[in-house]
């Protein structure tokens, strides 16, 4: 069975720091990419970064560049996300996620004429909550 749990969300004050952790099971680690996605209330998903499977390369959008870092420890089947300075638009449910690499060398992300995103993920977590108080 394939799990992905999210862990170390909760209520912070802006300007503080949180690490968020996924825990990944059920599949083969190394063969995933994985991702942090956020989804704050009333509002639609919106990805936030991913890593490659050998965490050799990463992807950030343009609004958390510099405040967010992704890393992950294979050896753990562990993906985590390091929120520094964080703002109350920064209040969402955070979820990690998993697609599958399919060729050697592939990025986590595609990049299109008109655009760049995570490439779709297959596996999703449940999500944590984080709440920034102001």
């Known amino acids: 069975e394939v799990r992905l749990v999210e862990s170390g969300g909760g209520l912070v004050q802006a300007g503080g720091s949180l690490r968020l952790s996924c825990l990944a099971s059920?599949?083969?680690?190394?063969?995933?990419?994985m991702s942090w996605f956020r989804q704050a209330p009333g509002k639609e998903r919106e990805e936030i970064s991913c890593?490659?499977?050998?965490?050799?390369?990463?992807y950030y959008v343009d609004s958390v560049k510099g405040r967010f870092t992704i890393s992950s420890d294979n050896a753990k089947n562990t993906v985590y996300l390091q929120i520094n300075n964080l703002k109350s638009e920064d209040t969402a449910v955070y979820f990690c996620?998993?697609?599958?690499?399919?060729?050697?060398?592939?990025?986590?992300?595609?990049?299109?004429?008109?655009?760049?995103?995570?490439?779709?993920?297959?596996?999703w977590g449940q999500g944590t909550q984080v709440t920034v108080s102001s």
């Open positions: 996620a998993a697609g599958l690499q399919l060729f050697a060398g592939e990025r986590c992300w595609v990049t299109t004429a008109q655009t760049t995103s995570i490439a779709i993920p297959n596996y």
């Open positions: 890593i490659s499977s050998n965490g050799g390369s990463t």
């Open positions: 059920g599949f083969t680690f190394d063969n995933y990419h």
